[in-house]
């Protein structure tokens, strides 16, 4: 599993934006209202930066602390928007946690694409993100968020219908919180 080193390599920008100090999120409380544990590379970033922008186009969610409830809320309001694809017919069989392999969404960009883990299995290690496209393509990849998110910084995950020419590593980068 990658952490977020390897994701500060890969978009050079990111680094110098890193608050001074490690955030402290009540995770017990999170995973609480959530029902389920999240992945330890989510919960890395989500110490070491608040929301980011990449690029003004994605965006990584993380909760901030002291506000945890907020980031619930978000997730829960995504997870209402993706059953109601599913129910049209438009989530390619693809269905919304709680249910069983479900997907639960930690990302986004401003141009309509989702980012989601695909929550199979007991251990949130393993599960692998998925993506929903703005035009309907639905994609996954293995490793995690961190290797997602740095396998299309450095070309080598698939970007299906994302943009060419954004998410490099070059990437602008905007911190959204603190």
């Not at 943009?163 to 990437?171: E, F």
């Amino acid at each position: 599993m990658l952490n977020v080193s390897d994701l500060e390599r890969a978009i050079q920008g990111l680094r110098a934006l890193r608050p001074a100090s490690a955030r402290r999120v009540d995770w017990p409380t999170l995973e609480r209202s959530l029902g389920v544990g999240l992945p330890a590379d989510f919960k890395e970033f989500a110490e070491a930066y608040p929301p980011v922008e990449v690029d003004e186009f994605l965006r990584i969610w993380s909760p901030t602390p002291g506000r945890e409830e907020e980031f619930v809320e978000g997730v829960r309001y995504g997870l209402e928007v993706l059953r109601d694809l599913q129910e049209s017919g438009d989530t390619e069989e693809y269905t919304a946690y709680p249910e069983p392999g479900g997907l639960l969404p930690w990302g986004e960009s401003l141009e309509g694409d989702v980012f989601y883990w695909r929550t199979v299995g007991s251990d949130p290690q393993q599960w692998p993100v998925v993506a929903s496209g703005r035009n309907g393509a639905w994609w996954e990849c293995a490793g995690g968020m961190l290797a997602f998110l740095v396998g299309v910084a450095d070309g080598t995950a698939e970007r299906s219908e994302l943009p060419d020419g954004v998410l490099g590593p070059a990437a602008s980068v905007v911190l959204l919180g603190s």
